[in-house]
């Protein structure tokens, strides 16, 4: 995903009259939160207040706060059938017009949304890790691919981060706490090298292995003999198995993608028993177009 800052400092630039719109009060259910922002133009928008016809409100009232010259209003909008929706909770929605210093706090807010989105690190540049890095771009996270491999790392035109790493196991130590895992190298061996750092880190909000429950086993045995084995039921492996038995990378990549933004979004994920032994019967996906049986 684009840096949030990036995105806005666009939009901003692009746009002289804007109407800053934000949720300032929320009742009962809501597509959004609390102090959840769009901005509005004439022509353009930046971001997202819920959709339906809470949005298509609040839009047309920017617009005509636009064209009128109107500084500032408040909406207030109850989510049942008297606007069209279903939600039944209730919102005020604060308009107001943008000025100079309003540009620069918004700028600021989205520059620390930015900083402060979770990492996830795929580890590896192959088929399937190109096509994560496809999904992962449109994400709310900052995705880094990383893999020793200089050229498999050329082949992906995804808007995230990419890092040729000599040792990747470095990357899994610096990454910051709460970060995702996603381990699908061209060598099992390195597989194993990286889930275990990401394991023993105790830290991490997600650690995934493609693979196999076969492989699951071998990972479990080979830990046993080299290092600390606690952590060892945090690990998801086969990665997406909740989903389609398909084995094209992109169908991996969309199933995957769901399971680890569910563990970092979900406010039960902390607390949700490991779905890590869960296992389709005919083990899973490999991404192993490059790697002999």
């Not at 939009?11 to 959004?32: E, K």
């Not at 909000?205 to 830990?223: D, E, F």
């Not at 990378?249 to 779905?275: G, K, N, Y």
Request: aromatic share 4%.
């Amino acid at each position: 995903m684009a840096a949030l800052a990036s995105l806005l400092c666009e939009f901003l630039d692009a746009n002289r009259g804007v109407i800053r719109v934000q949720l300032t009060r929320v009742r009962g259910s809501s597509p959004r939160d609390e102090g959840t922002e769009m901005f509005v133009s004439t022509a353009a928008l930046c971001g997202t207040v819920g959709g339906g016809q809470l949005e298509f409100r609040a839009i047309e009232a920017a617009r005509r706060m636009l064209r009128d010259g109107t500084l500032s209003q408040t909406l207030d909008l109850p989510l049942g059938p008297e606007i069209g929706q279903c939600c039944g909770g209730r919102v005020e929605i604060s308009l107001t017009r943008m000025r100079a210093s309003d540009r620069r706090a918004a700028l600021a807010r989205a520059a620390e949304a930015s900083r402060n989105l979770p990492h996830v690190y795929v580890m590896g540049a192959g088929h399937v890790g190109r096509a994560l890095a496809d999904v992962f771009q449109h994400m709310p996270v900052r995705c880094i691919l990383v893999d020793p491999r200089q050229d498999e790392i050329a082949l992906c035109d995804a808007a995230v981060e990419t890092r040729v790493s000599a040792i990747p196991e470095v990357d899994v130590m610096n990454a910051p706490k709460g970060s995702a895992f996603i381990v699908l190298t061209h060598d099992h061996g390195l597989d194993f090298l990286l889930t275990a750092a990401a394991l023993e880190r105790g830290d991490a909000a997600y650690v995934g292995m493609i693979g196999s429950a076969t492989k699951r086993a071998k990972l479990y045995h080979w830990m046993r003999q080299h290092c600390d084995v606690s952590a060892f039921d945090k690990l998801v492996c086969p990665i997406g198995a909740s989903g389609s038995r398909d084995k094209r990378p992109s169908l991996i990549a969309a199933f995957v993608v769901a399971e680890v933004l569910a563990e970092l979004t979900s406010e039960t994920a902390a607390t949700a028993p490991a779905r890590a032994m869960r296992a389709p019967a005919t083990g899973q996906q490999e991404d192993r177009l490059e790697v002999p049986a």
